[in-house]
């Protein structure tokens, strides 16, 4: 496939990408300059193209795929007429933009650019669109005052009879990507909505493929949230630190 033209202007972009076929093709030549290769199995054979789906299927392992497949836009029902859109803006200014402004110029809620950009970021700062297999570390906490610390009254009214527990304190979950070196490459962080919320396969998802390690305690709150990843408990093995 020829390499396409880039828009030179975000009114370019926007009526550049508008069409889904050219979006498709333009994505497409980016990623596989050579031709399609299926992103599991990595084999040499041409894969097979479904053009009404617009996936291939491969004739080595015989699964299908789409162009999104590996990459930070999988898991995403976005189209690329809106990311490569997002992609130009977020390449052409020079000071970077905020979901707000990102939101209005493609007309999607800023919940939905802020989730864009922070693909886009780290497509950025691995210099490639594919998401690799990694080594994740997750953990939670749960903050709040120690109920031995309350006035009687107050600890009756926040934590009832208990006196220990995630009742009346707010839960905070992180993630830590980690390279080769073990050095930290990515974190994440997100507020619990709930002491039952399971954002772990979130924060995996937006750091690595499924089939990545992901460390965690023995907590049942990780429990089913994981299953597309490899889940261990303890810490990964590094030099001058022992898996517990």
């Known amino acids: 496939m020829n390499k396409m033209p880039a828009p030179e202007s975000l009114k370019d972009a926007v009526v550049y990408f508008a069409d889904l076929d050219r979006a498709f093709e333009f994505m497409v030549a980016m990623r596989w300059p050579n031709g399609a290769r299926c992103p599991r199995c990595d084999s040499d054979k041409t894969p097979s193209f479904l053009r009404s789906r617009k996936i291939w299927k491969c004739m080595e392992c015989r699964r299908q795929f789409s162009v999104k497949v590996g990459t930070v ?9 809106k990311w490569l859109p997002a992609l130009w803006m977020q390449a052409n200014c020079r000071n970077g933009i905020s979901s707000y402004e990102l939101g209005r110029a493609l007309k999607v809620t800023q919940k939905t650019a802020w989730f864009m950009l ?82 772990h396969a979130k924060i995996a998802a937006e750091m690595a493929l499924p089939g990545s390690k992901v460390f965690t305690d023995s907590a049942t709150l990780h429990k089913g949230a994981l299953r597309d990843y490899v889940r261990e408990m303890g810490r990964p093995r590094r030099e001058g630190i022992r898996s517990r």
């Open 118 to 199: 922070g693909r886009i970021r780290l497509a950025m700062q691995s210099k490639s669109f594919e998401r690799s297999v990694a080594t994740i570390e997750n953990d939670e906490a749960f903050v709040g005052g120690l109920a031995a610390n309350m006035h009687k009254s107050r600890r009756r009214r926040v934590m009832g009879w208990r006196q220990s527990g995630s009742k009346g304190k707010t839960g905070v979950i992180a993630g830590v990507k980690r390279g080769e070196d073990g050095k930290p490459s990515q974190v994440k962080a997100y507020v619990l909505a709930s002491a039952n919320a399971k954002p």
């Open 73 to 81: 836009f999988e898991d995403s029902p976005l189209g690329f007429d």
